[in-house]
């Protein structure tokens, strides 16, 4: 399994913005797709956004089109998503997960991924 370190989660108002980073320290994530996830209590794990292996494709989640936005750097061995005009009902917890991949680049949003992150909490509150 691959370690994966989730960060850059907090406290924001609504309309503001967060980066979260999901790391594989000393990992290449080249031939990984990644898939951030949410969870809120009472609620299933959601797929939020993907990135395929090398970064080829992505995929977002109705609701964040046009506001997250996931990119990758592979020399750091890290993904990221940025999140902009953030919304209360985005408040959640944020798991990055990583999934390797032998196929066509194509990322998915269910969560059926091999390796999970601790996750970082996200707020949305004013």
């Known amino acids: 399994q691959l370690q994966l370190v989730e960060s850059g989660g907090g406290l924001v108002q609504p309309g503001g913005s967060l980066r979260l980073a999901c790391e594989a320290p000393g990992h290449t994530l080249d031939y990984y797709d990644i898939g951030w996830f949410r969870q809120v209590p009472g609620k299933e794990r959601e797929g939020v956004s993907c990135?395929?292996?090398?970064?080829?494709?992505?995929g977002y989640v109705d609701d964040v089109k046009g506001r997250f936005t996931i990119s990758s750097d592979y020399a750091k061995n890290t993904v990221y998503l940025q999140m902009n005009s953030l919304k209360p009902e985005d408040t959640g917890v944020y798991y990055c997960?990583?999934?390797?991949?032998?196929?066509?680049?194509?990322?998915?949003?269910?969560?059926?991924?091999?390796?999970w992150g601790q996750g970082t909490l996200v707020t949305v509150s004013s």
């Open positions: 990135i395929s292996k090398r970064g080829i494709t992505t």
């Open positions: 997960a990583a999934d390797f991949n032998r196929g066509p680049p194509i990322c998915t949003l269910l969560p059926r991924h091999g390796s």
